[in-house]
């Protein structure tokens, strides 16, 4: 703080050399017509090699100190040079005394004003240093009044006590600007040392919250590894014992791996996205059919509860098409569909897509938007700011994990986000909600529909295929290195009758799997593996092989290159933890479909 003082005064040099050197200059001027010119100019020649001494102080200050050479023993140095240099000062303003002629009332008062005000400037101009002030305040004084009974003769007396007075009051003043200074200056130094504290923590948290979100998403592969082994033993373990759904912890068993698969998902989900390695996948798509298909996988959760869920489409957006992250834009629609229905009791929910021309647009324009309505239990004006961050459940203090892990409305904020779109929600507690997804222009395109993914699974597909069908005696192979995985998986994919061979390493030798009779008609292949390849590059070395085969990738990574490349390649994506029947439609309809092109 003591340097903020000192360079401050510093600071403030220039305007003093300035002041100091025309002041002096104005009061020689004033008294050479009344004083004896030798002591006007053996004054005034004084107060110029003053001036030029402050400059030189001051030049060399700036110099030689700079804020890594800033430590206590160069602060003493310094305060020792600036205590001789406003001791002489003190000395030159007290000479002035000198120029006082007896009788000469004019030249007098101008010698005593010039006086007064550079004693008043001093009081506040030098308040970084009070110490200073007052030894030079004393010296000055003291010249002066010495020479005070030669010019005024017996009314010297009065004088000195009007000078006494004013010297008193102006180092009255001086310790006020000085405490008043030194006041501005801590508070100047706290709120900075605040700014950083509070920038500093800021940075760390937000790097706490990153590595955190990197660490979920680098650690993705082996903590979903155990997961997806999990779905796939309950699965596999009341496929192949049939009597033990009869047990009354059978239901409960299965209900804890739903529960643990949807927490882990949407963990995985809501850290990938807040990690920022998410990148969004653009394409085209016809709108009101990724609404519709989002719709009916929620219908049958409406229909359980009792509830209507209906679907609007404004006049004009039946044919819409957008450009966006497909994927990403229906966990959007699902996450607040579901969010509605789950909070929703009676009545209904609202599914709506509607549009408002833009008047006074060149060219027209239209402002599109999709509304989700429920007459639910609704949300308080005061916990609307807080119900897109994680874990924030208004009506489910009690945690009670039917009514969701409160993590939904945290992937819709990020996912809106990362897209590019707005979302803001009304609602009255006791009447209903409703969510505002806002659709920039920009993303609103009119194009044809892009051509399938020769390996993609149609939703109606998968809807009509049922597990088992078209899977007895069917030959898979499956290259995963987990062991656990590949028990899990043989007890399940053994449960359907699938012909299945394993392998675990990602190179040449997992042809040894393959009997020279037995030719795959599918290959499951888990992304990371050990060995010279991934899983991308060895289904690619295997297709060459089998080229009747059909390749699906399997994977625990979070990272978007990975869908990225499965998509290049034109293989189906399946992540892990895998939900067993979506694996027993997906592997039925491939198959299914695989058999109809080759019996064509």
């Not at 001791?87 to 000479?95: D, P, R, S």
Request: some cysteine; proline content about 4%.
């Amino acid at each position: 703080m003591e340097w903020e003082l000192f360079v401050l005064g510093y600071r403030n040099l220039w305007v003093h050399v300035a002041g100091h050197t025309g002041l002096s200059l104005l009061v020689a001027a004033g008294s050479w017509s009344a004083a004896p010119h030798v002591r006007v100019l053996a004054w005034l020649a004084v107060m110029l090699g003053l001036a030029l001494l402050f400059f030189a102080a001051l030049w060399q200050f700036r110099q030689s100190v700079k804020p890594p050479a800033r430590n206590e023993k160069v602060l003493r140095q310094w305060k020792l040079v600036n205590l001789w240099v406003v001791t002489f000062a003190g000395l030159g303003w007290g000479g002035i005394g000198f120029l006082f002629v007896p009788g000469a009332q004019v030249n007098n008062l101008l010698v005593m004003t010039a006086f007064a005000g550079a004693l008043a400037y001093s009081a506040v101009g030098n308040a970084y240093d009070l110490r200073g002030f007052v030894v030079s305040v004393s010296l000055a004084s003291v010249l002066l009044l010495s020479q005070l009974p030669a010019a005024f003769g017996h009314q010297a007396l009065v004088v000195m006590g009007m000078c006494l007075l004013y010297f008193s009051v102006m180092v009255w003043v001086a310790r006020n600007a000085h405490l008043t200074l030194v006041d501005s200056i801590h508070l100047r130094l706290s709120n900075e040392v605040l700014a950083r504290n509070n920038a500093e923590n800021a940075r760390l948290a937000e790097q706490a919250s990153r590595h955190k979100s990197e660490f979920l998403a680098a650690a993705s592969h082996d903590l979903r590894q155990p997961v997806h082994a999990l779905m796939l033993l309950i699965e596999a373990y009341r496929q192949q014992v049939p009597q033990a759904m009869t047990h009354p912890l059978m239901p409960h068993i299965i209900e804890a791996g739903q529960s643990i698969n949807a927490l882990f998902n949407a963990l995985m989900e809501l850290s990938r996205l807040e990690s920022g390695t998410e990148k969004p996948t653009l394409s085209n798509f016809d709108l009101c059919a990724t609404l519709r298909d989002v719709l009916e996988r929620l219908r049958p959760e409406a229909r359980a509860k009792g509830l209507r869920l209906r679907y609007f489409v404004a006049s004009g957006l039946v044919s819409g098409w957008l450009r966006t992250d497909r994927v990403l834009f229906s966990r959007i629609i699902a996450n607040l569909l579901g969010n509605a229905l789950r909070y929703t009791s009676h009545g209904g929910v609202l599914l709506a897509l509607r549009r408002r021309r833009l008047t006074g647009v060149a060219g027209g324009g239209q402002v599109v938007w999709i509304d989700i309505w429920d007459t639910g239990i609704g949300i308080a004006p005061e916990d609307q700011g807080r119900i897109f961050d994680p874990y924030v459940q208004m009506a489910n203090r009690e945690r009670d994990r039917s009514k969701g892990l409160g993590l939904g409305l945290a992937i819709v904020r990020h996912a809106c986000e990362l897209l590019g779109l707005t979302v803001s929600v009304r609602s009255v507690v006791n009447r209903g909600t409703c969510f505002r997804l806002l659709l920039p222009a920009r993303l609103m395109v009119a194009c044809l529909p892009m051509k399938d993914s020769a390996d993609a699974v149609p939703t109606k597909d998968l809807n009509l295929v049922k597990a088992g069908v078209w899977l007895h005696g069917r030959r898979v192979l499956l290259v995963d290195d987990d062991p656990l995985v590949q028990v899990a998986m043989q007890a399940l994919l053994k449960s359907w009758q699938l012909d299945v061979r394993f392998a675990t390493r990602a190179d040449a030798s997992v042809l040894k799997a393959c009997e020279p009779d037995w030719i795959p008609e599918c290959v499951l292949c888990d992304f990371r593996l050990p060995g010279t390849m991934n899983g991308i590059e060895l289904l690619d070395f295997l297709l060459q092989q089998f080229p009747t085969a059909i390749g699906v990738l399997l994977t625990g990574e979070m990272v978007q290159t990975v869908q990225q490349g499965a998509d290049d390649a034109g293989y189906l994506l399946l992540s892990k933890p895998l939900d067993a029947s979506l694996l027993a439609l997906t592997l039925g309809t491939l198959l299914e479909r695989r058999q109809q092109e080759r019996s064509a």
